[in-house]
């Protein structure tokens, strides 16, 4: 048997780091952490469609309805037909929602040197190629 427990670790530290930054994000922003990553998506991919949002965050379409419904319905992002396909939504961030986001940039800048401190830059490549691995191997979600 390995000596490394990494399922355990990664789901542990999975865990307590996404209530961290919950925590902090309710705190300093007054958004969830779930609702800040939604911003970060999009407002770096402006007119993004609700497919595309649901896909980079990794959830299932009921998930990413429920997510977008509470962030439209908080006057954070706004829906507009795509000019290209009436049946898709695009998807922007309000005035509100673009000031929320940058203001949550400083907060990833802390939660990732949270995360890197004590590392050197070796150390760090094999830890973002652990990471990467793992998202390759157990694909997209519903593969």
Known sequence: MTKHRFFYLLNLARHRVNKHVDRVALDELGISAAWLG???????QPGASQR???RSLGYNESAITALLRKLVDA????RAPSPSDARVMQLQL???GASL???GKPLLKRFNAMLMDGFDEPELDVA?????NAIERFGPEGR
């Open 38 to 44: 939604a911003l970060f998506v999009i407002g770096g």
């Open 94 to 96: 309000t005035e509100r």
């Open 52 to 54: 595309e949002l649901a």
């Open 101 to 103: 986001a940058k203001r």
């Open 128 to 132: 973002a190629r652990f990471l990467e």
């Open 75 to 78: 006057e954070l992002v706004e």
